[in-house]
Each structure stands twice: as structure tokens, then as C-alpha cells.
């Protein structure tokens, strides 16, 4: 039990020297790692993934999302950095941002968008995760919430591994889940932002995230998935939009 308290005041004394505000969010931030500590294991998923997986060798693509991410890029003011883009051949729909400024698309994702706009959308939306630094964010409550559920697992005796197994289910679906639900509103929203920024058209955002609902062939419940159900962003983003009066 004493094991527990001190994991319990440690995270809290942690929580508390950790805390910062994001004017671009409108809310504190628990912060324990930056970007820049980040920034050699991005760099070292990324050469990994260019040496796994298959590219594009369309030029004319790649080209393409060069441009449109320049653009967003520059509305999201992250100029301060080299950014890289690749083309990934795979049927699933997919792109992805690491903090040091390299973005993954799909060839699947590029054949479903149906205009430069769309994809604007959806680089927009990985920037946003960029500005909004969710990565070190969701780092940093990752590592909190495995020192308390350490703590727990090593107060409980024998029954410690069962405790970690229950704390740790208990721990994702009631903590990290949720923050990464928020995190993806959070990023779709900043996402509008820099597209609208940028002289692309807001509304196609909706589109977009109607086109994914319609090719989704299944669903994980909300309250047990990463990520938010496609009618909840449309409908975050069908409000958002609307008052800002695009």
C-alpha cells in the first residue's frame, strides 16, 4: 500500500510540474517528454517504415501531396522544419505524422479522396496533431499511468498480476482511450484551420469523413477505440464550421 501512495504522490508531484497551457488548444497540457526528445525515435520509425514497406513510384502523387502539405504546412506556421512526404502502396485508407516532420499517406487513401481539398483535409488533420503536440503528450500520460500501475501491481502480492491486468484495461479504456478520442476532435478541428488558411474549402472535410463512413465495412464501439466514430467528427465538424461561417 505504501508502494501505492508514493506512485500515486509522485505522479501527482510529476502532474504538477508538468502542467502546461496550449494557447493553440485552450487547455493545460501534461507534458514529461518535449518534441525534441521525441525526435530520434520518429526519425528512426521513419527510416524503418521507408525500408519495410512499399512506395509509390508514382512521382505525379507524390508530387501532388508534396504541394498540398507545403500549403498546410505553411498556414500551420511549422516552416522550421525539413518535412518529408512518402506514398505508401496499401489497401487500407490511411496517413500518419511524426513530430520531426514526416508524413506517411496511403495509395488507398489518395484513390478515395476525391479532390486536393479532401486531401488538404487530411494533411491538415495530421499537422494539427503536430502543433497541438499530441504525441509527447500522449507519451507523457503513457509513462505516468505505467508508473502507477507498476505501484499497484507490486503492492498486490500474489495477486499482482492480476491487479496489472485489470488496472491495465481499467487504465486504457478510462484514460488513454478518451485522450486519444479528444486528441483526433482536437486535430480535426486545427485541421479546418489550416485548410481554410491555406484557400482550401472547409466543408470538403465533411465529405471526406462521409466517404470513410460509407467504405468502412466495420466498426469498433466508440467507447473502446482510439478513435472517435465517424458520425461524432462529422457532426464536431459540421458545428465547428458552422461557427466559424464557412
Given at each position: ?58 512521382a ?25 512526404y ?62 502507477v500501475?507498476s ?82 467528427r462529422?457532426?464536431?465538424l ?9
Open positions: 500500500m505504501k508502494r501505492v501512495i508514493l506512485a500515486g504522490l509522485l505522479t501527482a508531484g510529476a502532474a504538477l510540474s508538468a502542467c502546461a497551457y496550449n494557447d493553440t488548444l485552450g487547455r493545460n497540457q501534461f507534458l514529461i517528454v518535449d518534441d525534441g526528445a521525441l525526435t530520434q525515435q520518429a526519425d528512426a520509425a521513419w527510416a524503418e517504415t521507408l525500408r519495410t514497406q512499399r512506395q509509390s513510384t508514382d505525379a502523387a507524390l508530387n501532388r501531396i508534396r504541394n498540398v502539405g507545403g500549403k498546410i504546412v505553411t498556414a500551420a506556421g511549422l516552416t522550421d522544419r525539413r518535412w518529408e512518402a506514398l505508401f502502396v496499401s489497401d487500407a485508407p490511411n496517413a500518419f505524422v511524426l513530430p520531426s516532420g514526416k508524413i506517411g499517406v496511403t495509395t488507398s487513401l489518395l484513390a478515395l479522396v476525391r479532390n486536393d481539398d479532401q486531401l488538404a483535409a487530411v494533411l491538415g488533420h495530421e499537422v494539427g496533431h503536430v502543433v497541438a503536440r499530441h504525441a509527447a503528450e500522449r507519451y507523457s500520460t503513457s509513462t505516468a499511468t505505467g508508473l500501475l505501484g499497484v501491481q507490486g503492492a498486490a502480492g500474489d495477486y499482482g498480476q492480476a491487479a496489472g491486468a485489470i488496472g491495465g484495461l481499467g487504465a486504457q479504456l478510462g484514460v488513454l482511450l478518451p485522450f486519444s478520442r479528444r486528441d483526433e476532435l482536437e486535430a480535426d478541428r486545427l485541421g479546418v484551420d489550416y485548410m481554410q488558411r491555406a484557400g482550401y474549402r472547409p466543408a470538403e472535410s465533411i465529405a471526406l469523413w462521409r466517404l470513410m463512413q460509407q467504405q468502412r465495412q466495420g466498426s469498433t464501439p466508440e467507447f473502446a477505440s482510439t478513435h472517435p466514430s465517424d458520425t461524432t462529422i457532426t464536431a459540421e458545428q465547428y464550421i458552422a461557427s466559424r461561417g464557412w
